[in-house]
T-cell receptor, first 111, second 115 residues
Framework: KQEVTQIPAALSVPEGENLVLNCSFT??????LQWFRQDPGKGLTSLLL?????REQTSGRLNASLDKSSGRSTLYIAASQPGDSATYLCALNQAGTALIFGKGTTLSVSS | EAQVTQNPRYLITVTGKKLTVTCSQN?????MSWYRQDPGLGLRQIYYSMNVEVTDKGDVPEGYKVSRKEKRNFPLILESPSPNQTSLYFC??????????????FGSGTRLTVV
């Protein structure tokens, strides 16, 4: 059974710092991987989607990479801002009928 | 604007009183699903639908029903809610490529409290 782990569970950084969030998974047979952002008590906002054949995707200050062979994905956030404070969730589309989510990394960026 | 709309956003109800949470999407997506989010347990799938009149159970379907009579709507029905169904619920929709969902869009969530 696929297991998705996100480390660290929580992260606090000062504004302006570059940071990396990690996502690891146990089964490399995936269709794609999606990173989401969730603000407290709110819905999920899709940030980036990486297909299984891709190595990375970029959107603005965000860059997500995928290494299926090692079962890892990273979300890189450049020049972090207080508005980036949220929980970041990694989700795998494996069997084609359900996303399998990690528990998330809660990021706090202080000004 | 492309979106998934859930209603209501907040709901407090009593044990055993039937309720329906509505979900509608305007993206002509074939695939729709329901998730619940609980502290420490993360997001878990309740039911999903690959197309009109096609639904199937997810990981935690007990106590829930769904229907998919129209492509855009996918209501979640709790026939006899119990306190352990107190949770944050999300509806999601997705394109399909082949038969696989591709790129999910989530609604804003429904916070349900059953007393």
């Amino acid at each position: 059974k696929q297991e998705v782990t996100q480390i660290p569970a929580a992260l606090s950084v000062p504004e302006g710092e570059n940071l990396v969030l990690n996502c690891s998974f146990t089964d490399s047979a995936i269709y794609n991987l999606q990173w989401f952002r969730q603000d407290p008590g709110k819905g999920l906002t899709s940030l980036l989607l990486i297909q299984s054949s891709q190595r990375e995707q970029t959107s603005g200050r965000l860059n997500a990479s995928l290494d299926k062979s090692s079962g890892r994905s990273t979300l890189y956030i450049a020049a972090s801002q207080p508005g980036d404070s949220a929980t970041y969730l990694c989700a795998l589309n494996q069997a084609g009928t359900a996303l399998i989510f990690g528990k998330g990394t809660t990021l706090s960026v202080s000004s | 604007e492309a979106q998934v709309t859930q209603n209501p956003r907040y709901l407090i109800t009593v044990t055993g009183k039937k309720l329906t949470v509505t979900c509608s999407q305007n993206m002509n997506h074939e695939y729709m699903s329901w998730y619940r989010q609980d502290p420490g347990l993360g997001l878990r799938q309740i039911y999903y639908s690959m197309n009109v009149e096609v639904t199937d159970k997810g990981d935690v379907p007990e106590g829930y029903k769904v229907s998919r009579k129209e492509k855009r709507n996918f209501p979640l029905i709790l026939e006899s809610p119990s306190p352990n169904q107190t949770s944050l619920y999300f509806c999601a929709s997705s394109l399909t490529i082949g038969r696989a969902p591709y790129g999910y869009t989530f609604g804003s969530g429904t916070r349900l409290t059953v007393v």
